[in-house]
């Protein structure tokens, strides 16, 4: 089946560092997510990607779909301590605009104050 | 504008008895999604149901697994006989469908809940 893969699994950094997050997937996909879950609660959208080499920002945020399809990266600048929590990036393939999202395993990121 | 609600927010179940897991999506929103969290893992997509259609199972357990969403209420995850390995974070997703709004693109995006956990003992 389809895979999204994401590593490494945790990051540690210090607030006010900059921070990239990359997913790669063996599948073409037409649509790339981010969300990010906090504990206890249910993944939150970050950003939508729906165009091979978008790049979209959302306040700290910036995400782009790699041209070939197959990658996307999240990049978060200057992080603070809310931004803790865990990242998934989510794919939907071509067949279908309300097929499933397949998801990564997720990053989790800790942020030293 | 309420979002998606699931309920019970938490449940615990022993082994053998039946969990029942409930989804009311967004207003206005016709197509909902089923997903399973276990720790340190992503989340597994399960179950894609219309008003009163499964579109895709692909993801549902062959046995003790059902899901539902009839013309009237809220989806329903059902699981039968539950065992230890049933313990995980139960999502709950829902996006407009062809009558909402829609991306330029005609992609919808997923919309989830806080979760359902279910505990086995």
């Known amino acids: 089946g389809q895979q999204l893969n994401q590593s490494p699994q945790s990051m540690f950094i210090q607030e006010g560092e900059d921070v990239s997050m990359n997913c790669t997937s063996s599948s073409i996909f037409n649509t790339w997510l981010w969300y990010k879950q906090d504990p206890g609660e249910g993944p939150v959208l970050l950003i939508a990607l729906y165009k091979a080499g978008e790049l979209t920002s959302n306040g700290r945020l910036t995400a782009q779909f790699g041209i070939t399809r197959k990658d996307s990266f999240l990049n978060i600048s200057a992080s603070i301590p809310s931004d803790v929590g865990i990242y998934f990036c989510a794919g939907r393939s071509l067949t279908g605009a309300n097929s499933k999202l397949t998801f990564g395993k997720g990053i989790t990121l800790s942020v030293r104050p | 504008n309420a979002g998606v609600m699931q309920n019970p927010r938490h449940l615990v179940r022993r082994r053998g008895q039946e969990a029942r897991l409930r989804c009311s999506p967004m207003?206005?929103?016709?197509?909902v999604y089923w997903y399973r969290q276990l720790p340190e893992e992503g989340l597994k997509f399960m179950v894609y149901?219309?008003?009163?259609?499964?579109?895709?199972e692909s993801g549902m357990p062959k046995e003790r697994f059902s899901a539902e969403f009839p013309k009237e209420g809220p989806s329903i995850l059902r699981i039968q006989q539950v065992v230890r390995g049933d313990s995980a974070a139960y999502f709950c997703?829902?996006?407009?469908?062809?009558?909402?709004?829609?991306?330029?693109?005609?992609?919808?995006?997923?919309?989830f809940g806080a979760g359902s956990r279910l505990t086995v003992l």
């Open positions: 997703a829902s996006s407009p469908g062809t009558g909402g709004p829609i991306h330029p693109s005609g992609a919808n995006v997923l919309t």
């Open positions: 149901l219309q008003k009163e259609n499964i579109i895709d």
């Open positions: 207003k206005g929103h016709s197509h």
